[in-house]
């Protein structure tokens, strides 16, 4: 999708949709920890997105081992601390009805 070409009405509501996602996928670890393993998943979709293009693919493995170095050495008490401040900055958020919604996920 060509961020030229769409409207702002097309990427706001396609922000909404990716925070809904978000807040969604947040909501349903009842584990601290899984926020962890969901972002893994995140990111392993985009490093195979991106094998077509070499410098991108490499710039995404990069990410995915910052990512491996800095969180998974974080302490039960701090995936828990980053998981009520992500479902408290989303509770504040107010999006539109979306699929979630309209199909009662």
């Known amino acids: 999708v060509s961020t ?13 949709l990716m ?3 978000v807040k969604y996928q947040v909501s349903l670890c009842q584990r601290p920890q899984e926020i962890l393993f969901v ?4 990111l392993d979709a985009l490093i195979k997105y991106c ?4 410098d991108l693919h490499a710039m995404t493995i990069k990410l995915f081992n910052d990512f491996v170095t800095r969180y998974s050495q974080l302490t039960p008490g701090q995936f828990q601390l980053l998981r009520s ?3 408290s900055y989303f509770q504040d ?6 699929i979630f919604q309209k199909e009662a996920i």
Not at 4 to 16: A, E, F, P, V
Not at 51 to 54: A, E, R, V, Y
Not at 93 to 98: C, D, H, P, S
């Open 85 to 87: 401040t992500l479902l």
């Open 51 to 54: 094998k077509g293009d070499k």
């Open 93 to 98: 958020q107010q999006v539109r009805e979306t």
């Open 39 to 42: 972002t893994f998943n995140h």
């Open 19 to 21: 925070t809904m996602a």
């Open 4 to 16: 030229q070409r769409t409207g702002t009405n097309s990427m706001d509501k396609l922000y909404d």
